[in-house]
């Protein structure tokens, strides 16, 4: 009698795994058309550029890993670009076009992983200037950042958290910048008073105990600056987590190195960055995660959802996977905000949460971001969540699993 339930519960959950096995045979079909940073094609795409460059420019494989070497030969004119591809005339004239109004910049690194026959390549969408940028409609700056800074270079819009903003220079200028506003126009760090005007605010407001520390991109500042700033942050006794925001794991990895790491760690402080692609994950990206997490530093993405860049299921969950794979945690999921240029990224919430369901249940939890949007007028984060998963009834809560299965949970009293 009791061999038999066995048998009888045997039987029912062989045919339940193989129906698990079709989801997730049809998800890793879709999944594989998916480019990474470790595929066959783009390691010769890198291969192939990187040696063009160096050849062009007369450099060895060392000046390639250099940081410095990477920040000064950024690509940022339209006869740079055209030494590498050919560009249509049409092409040429658009490039000139925007960046006149616009400017751009891209490492050789990140430049080296764009695939030019691609109209819609994640990597050149985010770096190459495009006609669109140029059409009018959005807002210059929705999210009011004017209104929520009551020190030096802060931006607060919680009551213990707020934003230090300490350079507006980028390595590379992401074209679908939220904050072109501030970045676009020249690279300047934020003046050493206004540092220390805004650590002061800090000192003197025991409700702050967290500082994210960011830009533009924080780890443009050389590390003796960050020491200092980081010095003076742990030692405010109400300070108790110091956050850096970054964009170098996919535009420069090679500013990851032993000195910098070993900073990070002596003051805990842990780390944001953005990767939207797979495409961007690539080996170069992957020894900068592996050092900053064997040092243990904290490594957590926030991705944005643009549009064909990542705005496909698949994709976002293979890039999630990626991440999971080499230790990053998935943190958050941009809306992409209606601002003035980058309108043509613009897609719409339930695209998002569409997305958002996939992901439910047909991947680990941890590469389940969440999905938020920066309200207007600077009130912070709101999450967006599939509304469809939770309903009240009379006696209780009706409830939706990652499949659509129905099921019933009781009000507690
Ligand atoms: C996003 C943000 C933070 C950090 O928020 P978390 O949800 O803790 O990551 C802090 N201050 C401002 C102004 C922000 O926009
Ligand atoms: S790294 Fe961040 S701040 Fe810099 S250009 Fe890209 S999105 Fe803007």
Redesign the pocket.
């Given at each position: 009698m009791r061999n038999d339930i066995i048998n009888i519960n045997r039987k029912k959950s062989l045919i339940r795994s193989n129906e698990l096995d079709k989801i997730a045979i049809d998800d890793m079909e879709h999944k594989s058309k998916v480019r990474t940073g470790f595929s066959e094609f783009s390691k010769k795409l890198y291969e192939n550029t990187k040696n063009k460059i160096l050849k062009e420019l007369d450099a060895t494989e060392d000046d390639w890993n250099d940081p410095k070497w990477q920040m000064k030969n950024r690509i940022s004119t339209v006869d740079e670009i055209s030494k590498y591809v050919s560009l249509t005339e049409e092409e040429y004239d658009n490039i000139k076009k925007v960046s006149d109004e616009y400017r751009f910049a891209i490492t050789p690194y990140y430049f080296s992983l764009i695939d030019f026959n691609n109209p819609n390549c994640p990597v050149k969408l985010q770096s190459i200037p495009d006609i669109r940028e140029l059409d009018e409609g959005g807002q210059l700056d929705p999210m009011n950042e004017e209104q929520?800074n009551p020190s030096g270079r802060i931006?607060?819009?919680?009551p213990n958290?707020?934003?230090i903003n300490v350079t507006n220079a980028c390595p590379m200028y992401c074209r679908h910048c939220q904050r072109r506003r501030l970045i676009g126009k020249h690279d300047k760090n934020t003046p050493r008073e206004d540092i220390d005007e805004s650590i002061e605010f800090i000192r003197n407001n025991e409700t702050i105990r967290e500082v994210?520390v960011t830009g533009g991109d924080a780890l443009l500042l050389p590390n003796n600056q960050l020491e200092r700033i980081f010095e003076k942050l742990s030692d405010i006794n109400h300070v108790e987590v110091i956050r850096i925001g970054t964009r170098v794991l996919s535009t420069l990895p090679f500013r990851i190195d032993e000195e910098l790491t070993c900073l990070l760690r002596k003051y805990r402080v842990q780390l944001s960055t953005q990767f939207n692609h797979a495409c961007e994950i690539t080996p170069e990206a992957v020894r900068a995660i592996d050092l900053l997490v064997d040092h243990g530093v904290l490594v957590r993405n926030q991705m944005v959802l643009l549009r064909n860049v990542n705005d496909d299921k698949y994709c976002i969950q293979k890039t999630n996977e990626e991440l999971h794979k080499f230790r990053v945690i998935n943190y958050?999921l941009f809306h992409p905000k209606e601002i003035k240029g980058i309108n043509h990224f613009q897609v719409d919430i339930s695209k998002g949460l569409e997305i958002m369901k996939h992901l439910e249940g047909r991947t680990s939890g941890m590469c389940k971001p969440t999905y938020v949007l920066?309200a207007p007028g600077g009130l912070?984060?709101v999450p967006l969540v599939p509304m469809q998963n939770i309903e009240c009834e009379d006696d209780g809560y009706k409830l939706i699993t990652w499949e659509n299965k129905t099921v019933r949970h009781k009000f507690t009293d």
């Open positions: 929520s931006t607060r819009r919680y958290k707020l934003i994210l958050y920066n912070g984060k």
